[in-house]
Structures are given as structure tokens and as C-alpha cells.
């Protein structure tokens, strides 16, 4: 894991123009407003269930290096847990990405980038065993719901 690539990428993404339309990008995936880098892809769903939860604590501790540059940076911040964000997509509209994100990710480190218009977000997508456990960053001018 190469924590000063994922920040340098993040950096980018800051002052990166958003694409026009939803779909893949060189980093991940985005649309208007959003983008979605993977920073680091592991065991896919033919995984070892213990190997698949072993990547998924080492992406963990890896997004909490990542929350520890950041927040040198930017502020200490709590947790946002994503799971009340995915109970509220039930009975309301959750804008892009913070809906497919409370799909994906149970937590995220969550910053308002001064100066910028822009929110980041760093999660672990490991919701699903069944699909690949992922290191994601999220850049965004939509506020958090």
C-alpha cells in the first residue's frame, strides 16, 4: 500500500474536473459532481473467506494511514457512519455519491477541503463479501447528506 501515492491522487482529484456524464474513469468511476478513485483492489469474491477478511483489515488500516496524513492536514474528524445514511436512501433521495458509497463502505473519514468547494471521503468498500474489498476516495462538490 502506498499511502503518499493515495494522497497524491487525492490532491488531484481536489482540483480535477468532474466528468460530464456517470461512468469509468483512469482512477475508478464518477459523473457530475464526483469522483470515485480504488485506490488498492483485493481478494474478489472467489476469495478464502478468512483471506477476504484479513485484506479487509489490512485496507482498513490502510484508509486510517491515509485519515492520519489527511488529518494532519485538514482537522481531526469523527467517524461518519454510512450505514444511517444507507437506512435513509429507503425513504429519501440521497444524492450521488453518498448513496452508492452508503451502498458500498460502513464508514468513512470525512473532510470539508477549505477553499476548494470540494468534500473527500475515504472508506473501505466491504459491504458485500460477495465483490472485492476496496480502498475507495471520494472527491466531491456534493455536501454530505
Known amino acids: 500500500m502506498n499511502i503518499a501515492r493515495h494522497i497524491a491522487l487525492?490532491?488531484?482529484l481536489c482540483f480535477r474536473p468532474f466528468p460530464a456524464e456517470h461512468?469509468?474513469?483512469d482512477v475508478g468511476f464518477g459523473g457530475p459532481g464526483h469522483h470515485v478513485a480504488v485506490l488498492e483492489t483485493g481478494d474478489g469474491p472467489d476469495a478464502d473467506p478468512a483471506r477476504w477478511a484479513v485484506?479487509?483489515?489490512?485496507?482498513?488500516?490502510?484508509?486510517?494511514?491515509?485519515?492520519?496524513?489527511?488529518?494532519?492536514r485538514w482537522g481531526d474528524v469523527d467517524p461518519w457512519n454510512l450505514r444511517t445514511v444507507l437506512l435513509r436512501t429507503e425513504r429519501e433521495e440521497i444524492p450521488e455519491p453518498w448513496a452508492r458509497l452508503s451502498a458500498l463502505a460502513d464508514v468513512a473519514w470525512l473532510w470539508e477541503v477549505q477553499g476548494t468547494g470540494r468534500w473527500v471521503a475515504v472508506?473501505?468498500?466491504?459491504?458485500?463479501?460477495?465483490?472485492?474489498?476496496?480502498l475507495l476516495a471520494v472527491v466531491t462538490e456534493t455536501a454530505p447528506p
Do not use: C, M, N
Request: negative net charge; charged residues 35%.
Open 10 to 12: 487525492i490532491d488531484e
Open 23 to 25: 461512468g469509468p474513469s
Open 55 to 72: 485484506t479487509a483489515d489490512q485496507f482498513e488500516k490502510g484508509r486510517d494511514a491515509v485519515y492520519e496524513v489527511l488529518a494532519s
Open 123 to 134: 472508506a473501505v468498500a466491504r459491504r458485500d463479501p460477495s465483490d472485492a474489498v476496496r
